[in-house]
């Protein structure tokens, strides 16, 4: 119990002792472990929020009655767009009404035949905007548990009175089970995943917990060293290095705690991402912070201890001061990030999804791996040049980088990491980003397709308030083995698809504002290419007279009318008023959008590139810190201001190059291999290009930073440890 006690003094007072390096300490890693509880704690509300919007998701999935089920609800999925967002639009007509189960979660009772009940962020939308709100007349609002966040738009409508369905309606045993779901399917791909927190949360706060454990580690090394000699305990030495560590630490994690509790109810989005969430949905609950602080404490408290264990070397046990000799480096360091290529090059022998997941897992495994290997890189590096310089200068900074080169790179692993995987990113999003350009829109007139209970559609009513618009029933024809025409072709042939058309001459022309037929009454080039645009369809047309196609149910009804700003939001609105459930399907129904991926890895890219930052901060100002004693050292020896700077120049230079030429020539390998996964994605060899310019800027300003930090001869303090 006494030895437990005196553990626990002694670390209090190396911890908190008056020592400038210490109080250096104690600062950096308590910011340290305050930056990690925050960014944990971060990602971890990410992941409740996300899970559950996925609960929320199949509580509201609708289960088909089969297997002698008795169907409570007949459902039809439809779907609405505002602007360039669809959203879906659900049709329920129930059994009967009392029964709970026929209702959607998020609903307390059911709105009156016809009526709607829209989700908080349609209602929201709705009233900043007249047009949509009149397409939901008198709606109701549903409640939190029927939407995944407070800005996803979603209507349920009550089937009216004579009220038709389409098609694809079917009958329902309820809610909340295997099935169809109503809206977008949010699972995310769990592998997938745990390997983007991996490469973007986990690899970034292990090098900032890392870099914070390693402050002012030759000032600890030397007490340490002073204890063995007196003949402490190695386990005694392991817990008082814990316990020291845990004493500066664990404030920092209780302050990262306290910034985030408060701070996560009140965030209606995801920060960076600007994702809508709902109330309270990025706070995890009391134990999940709990756990997040325990194994924060874990880590740190390991790498203290790892950081302890590695900076005493075999051969300098029982030496209280530093002696000649080099820390031994394993070249087992390199094995990460020799599998991480390794797996890359297995990823071209896969395709489909293994393809994906195996070169994504090349891809963070091999950012893991490229901060373990940089010592070993760097050591070699200034081995040779130090073998090779021709003056002192050459010589000195190059066996300062062979005797400790994990101090000279050890701020720059996240750089190195970022190298590696900032050009994937940016080739990935590329590809993404490129979308093709919408078609050319006609000058005169514009359509739209309904889908649906066609058959049950009143075109009077539908296109009432629509003037000069008409309703052109839509049926595909197969050409058969002759051609569309009837020309003779080889045996087996099938000419293009041909689409029949229920609109005359007369009508197509006073539309398109030109002459659409020839003397025969078929359409002429020009008029089958700008009909052909308006209908959004690559096939061959033919025109048939109006009365000979009847819409149907499995069918399409196309409305054209002359171009004006107001039609797409009138016939959406006529459509949705319509006793029969249907689609309308517009131009801005095809635009592809970007993927919501985009934001999430932007997100990403912003959490890491914001932690590498304070790994280099922290790292730069701990190396600054520790460089004054070698400073002071050349200096008695007699050597120049001028010269001890040349020196510290070309050792950083050097462990610079070091780490930036690794991190450069992985993220080329990562980025061929991903680029040979897609044909879509391109190299992206001007990010590589940018990198290596930023890197150039960035070495230049870290020279500054040395040429300031040595323009003083330091002071004739007291002697360290």
Not at 693 to 698: F, I
Request: hydrophobic residues 50%.
């Amino acid at each position: 119990m006494n030895a437990h006690r005196t553990t626990l003094r002694l670390a209090a007072r190396l911890a908190w002792g008056p020592h400038p390096r210490q109080r250096l300490r104690a600062l950096l890693l308590g910011a340290a472990a305050a930056a990690c509880a925050v960014t944990v704690l971060f990602a971890a509300g990410v992941l409740h929020a996300l899970s559950g919007e996925a609960d929320r998701l199949r509580q509201r999935s609708v289960v088909p009655a089969r297997g002698g089920a008795e169907p409570v609800v007949r459902v039809d999925l439809r779907a609405d767009t505002w602007g360039l967002e669809q959203y879906p639009v659900v049709w329920l007509d129930p059994v009967d009404e009392g029964d709970p189960a026929a209702m959607p979660p998020g609903m307390s009772a059911w709105p009156e035949k016809g009526g709607w009940a829209v989700s908080p962020g349609l209602a929201t939308l709705a009233r900043a905007h007249p047009a949509l709100a009149a397409r939901f007349p008198g709606a109701e609002v549903l409640g939190e548990a029927g939407v995944l966040h407070p800005g996803e738009l979603l209507a349920y409508r009550h089937m009216p009175e004579g009220g038709a369905m389409g098609a694809a309606a079917f009958d329902a045993a309820g809610f909340g089970g295997p099935g169809p779901s109503v809206g977008e399917r949010t699972e995310v791909d769990r592998p997938a995943l745990a390997l983007a927190l991996t490469g973007f949360v986990g690899l970034p706060v292990v090098l900032l917990a890392a870099a914070g454990t390693a402050v002012s580690a030759p000032l600890r090394a030397r007490r340490l060293a002073l204890l063995r000699a007196l003949g402490t305990p190695a386990r005694r030495l392991r817990a008082l290095v814990a316990a020291e560590a845990a004493l500066v630490f664990l404030p920092g994690l209780a302050l990262g705690v306290l910034l985030w509790t408060p701070v996560a109810p009140v965030l209606g989005e995801v920060p960076v991402v600007g994702r809508p969430v709902a109330d309270g949905a990025l706070a995890p609950p009391p134990w999940a912070t709990a756990a997040v602080a325990a194994c924060l404490a874990c880590l740190f408290a390991a790498l203290a201890v790892l950081t302890e264990r590695r900076g005493r070397g075999s051969r300098h046990r029982v030496a209280p001061r530093p002696r000649a000799g080099r820390p031994r480096l394993p070249v087992l360091r390199t094995a990460p990030a020799a599998a991480g290529l390794v797996l890359l090059a297995l990823a071209q022998l896969r395709d489909g999804q293994a393809a994906s997941t195996t070169t994504l897992a090349g891809v963070v495994l091999l950012a893991v791996g490229v901060p373990p290997a940089l010592p070993v890189v760097a050591r070699a590096v200034g081995g040779r040049m130090a073998d090779r310089a021709s003056g002192p200068r050459g010589v000195l900074a190059g066996r300062r980088l062979q005797y400790d080169p994990r101090s000279a790179v050890r701020p720059l692993y996240g750089v190195a990491a970022l190298l590696v995987l900032a050009p994937v990113v940016a080739a990935w999003m590329g590809a993404v980003r490129h979308l093709d350009a919408p078609p050319p829109r006609d000058p005169t007139a514009e359509a739209v397709v309904l889908r649906g209970a066609l058959d049950r559609v009143d075109t009077g009513v539908l296109l009432r308030g629509l003037p000069g618009a008409v309703a052109v029933p839509l049926a595909p024809r197969d050409p058969g083995p002759s051609g569309p025409s009837g020309s003779s072709g080889p045996p087996g042939s099938s000419g293009p698809p041909v689409l029949r058309v229920g609109l005359g001459c007369a009508d197509a022309g006073r539309l398109l504002g030109t002459a659409v037929c020839g003397p025969a009454g078929s359409l002429t080039p020009e008029g089958s290419r700008r009909l052909a645009v308006l209908l959004g369809t690559p096939a061959q047309l033919r025109l048939v007279p109006p009365g000979t196609l009847r819409p149907t149910p499995g069918g399409e009804l196309a409305v054209i009318a002359p171009r004006d700003p107001r039609f797409e939001n009138a016939i959406r609105a006529a459509a949705l008023a319509h006793p029969a459930a249907l689609n309308v399907v517009s131009a801005a129904d095809l635009v592809l959008q970007e993927s919501e991926l985009v934001s999430w890895i932007l997100g990403g890219v912003a959490v890491l590139g914001s932690l590498t930052f304070l790994v280099l901060a922290l790292g730069t100002i701990d190396r600054t810190a520790a460089g004054r004693d070698g400073d002071r050292l050349l200096g008695a020896l007699g050597l120049s201001r001028g010269r001890v700077r040349a020196i510290g120049t070309e050792e950083f230079l050097l462990g610079y190059a070091a780490v930036v030429g690794t991190g450069l020539a992985c993220g080329a390998v990562a980025s061929a291999a991903w680029s040979a996964m897609d044909p879509a994605i391109g190299y992206p060899a001007g990010v590589l290009a940018g990198a290596a310019v930023l890197a150039a800027l960035l070495a230049g300003a870290g020279v500054l930073g040395i040429r300031l930090a040595s323009g003083r001869r330091p002071a004739e303090g007291r002697a360290p440890g």
